[in-house]
């Protein structure tokens, strides 16, 4: 009897080591939790079941849901980013930025997933409905990766999850693996309507410059400050970087006004040595606006072919052109050389020639006069 305790003792200590240990632990059989996490806003969140109506208020969840076989009943639209063709279908919950949360609550969710500080404002009353929420950050490659681990947690296809990690990672490798080994130092602007702002390592385009090795150079300037911090024209002037790159959110034309009145107007942004060079980039909204999910390897091979690759062209394109205005090029030179010493050898000829000319006119007159 005292072992069989002992043994029963020791079952539950086990269970209850391995509900704890790391982020996220997963349980079955009773009324045990089925799942328990702690999300990108840390809040401990248990679910009692492996959950079959799930809706999406971030289209860039979606195809990271539909990789791991998950499905959803509801999602939020948006004009950015790319929806699953077999998810099109799928009832609408309002825009990303704006969810209709009576239409939401209507299709009777167990599970909403939702995305950090977007949509902070509608946890309570998903909760006060008795809705679970798990809130993601998929800013960086990292973020993105680790969403898909916990997607396969929650739909329970753990193994499908794990092979779309492998093949992230095998295709972001296959980019950077033929990068030149010369690192540039960049700055990543973030205009909008009312500011210009630059950011760091926790936003998708400065993910990717540091996948890329890229060295940010306001990146001392954000240190234990917000991804986004107000950007001057006398600190870009000193930093000087080798390549701008700008991202955007709203109106094209309120943008371009932004960067107008902020910099552009400015008579030292013509004398920046990259924008003489014509190294500033915008990096499209469809990669670099809202997270690229399973796209993440896209956006750092588009990073790479289009704006890398064009900027080593393009100082080749420089080089060149300096060497035939200045005549480095040793062939062009050779023949520089070589068609001044014929002219010099034509010219000593003729002077030669002309000189005995002289000479024997000058002898043709002695001789009549005599």
């Known amino acids: 009897?005292?072992?069989?305790?002992?043994?029963?003792?020791?079952?539950?200590?086990?269970?209850?080591?391995?509900?704890?240990?790391?982020?996220?632990?997963?349980?079955?059989?009773?009324?045990?939790?089925?799942?328990?996490?702690?999300?990108?806003?840390?809040?401990?969140?248990?679910?009692?079941?492996?959950?079959?109506?799930?809706?999406?208020?971030?289209?860039?969840?979606?195809?990271?849901?539909?990789?791991?076989?998950?499905?959803?009943v509801g999602r939020a639209s948006s004009k950015v980013g790319k929806i699953p063709e077999s998810m099109k279908s799928v009832p609408e919950v309002g825009m990303v930025y704006n969810i209709n949360m009576e239409a939401l609550v209507g299709?009777?969710?167990?599970?909403?997933?939702?995305?950090?500080?977007?949509?902070?404002?509608?946890?309570?009353?998903?909760q006060s409905n008795k809705i679970n929420?798990?809130?993601?950050?998929?800013?960086?490659?990292?973020?993105?990766?680790?969403?898909?681990?916990?997607?396969?947690?929650?739909?329970?296809?753990?193994?499908?999850?794990?092979?779309?990690?492998?093949?992230?990672?095998?295709?972001?490798?296959?980019?950077?693996?033929?990068?030149?080994?010369?690192?540039?130092?960049?700055?990543?602007m973030h205009a909008t309507a009312s500011a210009v702002t630059v950011e760091g390592s926790h936003s998708i385009a400065g993910c990717v410059s540091d996948i890329l090795g890229f060295e940010n150079v306001a990146a001392a300037a954000?240190?234990?400050?917000?991804?986004?911090?107000?950007?001057?024209?006398?600190?870009?002037?000193?930093?000087n970087p080798e390549i701008i790159f700008i991202?955007?959110?709203g109106k094209?034309?309120?943008i371009e006004n932004r960067l107008r009145t902020d910099f552009k107007?400015?008579?030292?942004?013509?004398?920046?040595?990259?924008?003489?060079?014509?190294?500033?980039?915008?990096?499209?909204?469809?990669?670099?606006l809202i997270n690229p999910g399973l796209r993440y390897p896209e956006a750092v091979s588009l990073w790479h072919s289009r704006f890398i690759r064009r900027s080593l062209l393009m100082e080749n394109k420089q080089s060149a052109e300096q060497t035939e205005h200045f005549g480095i090029g040793r062939t062009k030179w050779r023949i520089t050389i070589l068609v001044i010493f014929l002219f010099l050898a034509v010219l000593g000829s003729f002077l030669s020639l002309t000189k005995r000319l002289q000479h024997y006119q000058h002898q043709g007159d002695y001789r009549y006069s005599a």
Request: net charge positive; charged share 25%; aromatic share 6%.
């Open 1 to 72: 009897m005292i072992l069989k305790k002992i043994a029963c003792g020791l079952l539950c200590a086990a269970m209850l080591l391995a509900a704890g240990c790391g982020g996220v632990g997963t349980q079955t059989g009773g009324d045990k939790a089925y799942l328990q996490l702690t999300d990108a806003a840390g809040r401990q969140v248990s679910l009692a079941k492996s959950h079959e109506r799930v809706v999406s208020l971030s289209p860039s969840y979606l195809s990271m849901i539909e990789a791991v076989g998950g499905t959803v």
């Open 107 to 126: 299709l009777k969710p167990d599970l909403v997933l939702a995305s950090k500080n977007q949509h902070d404002k509608f946890i309570p009353m998903l």
């Open 133 to 188: 929420v798990v809130e993601f950050d998929t800013q960086t490659f990292e973020d993105v990766k680790g969403t898909i681990k916990t997607l396969g947690d929650i739909y329970g296809t753990q193994d499908k999850a794990q092979k779309e990690n492998e093949l992230l990672d095998k295709q972001v490798a296959a980019v950077t693996g033929k990068l030149p080994k010369e690192k540039k130092r960049i700055v990543i």
């Open 222 to 239: 954000l240190k234990g400050k917000s991804n986004k911090t107000p950007y001057s024209m006398e600190t870009l002037v000193e930093q």
């Open 247 to 249: 991202t955007s959110m």
């Open 252 to 254: 094209p034309e309120e």
């Open 265 to 288: 107007n400015n008579p030292a942004w013509n004398s920046l040595p990259a924008v003489k060079a014509g190294r500033v980039y915008v990096l499209p909204e469809k990669l670099f």
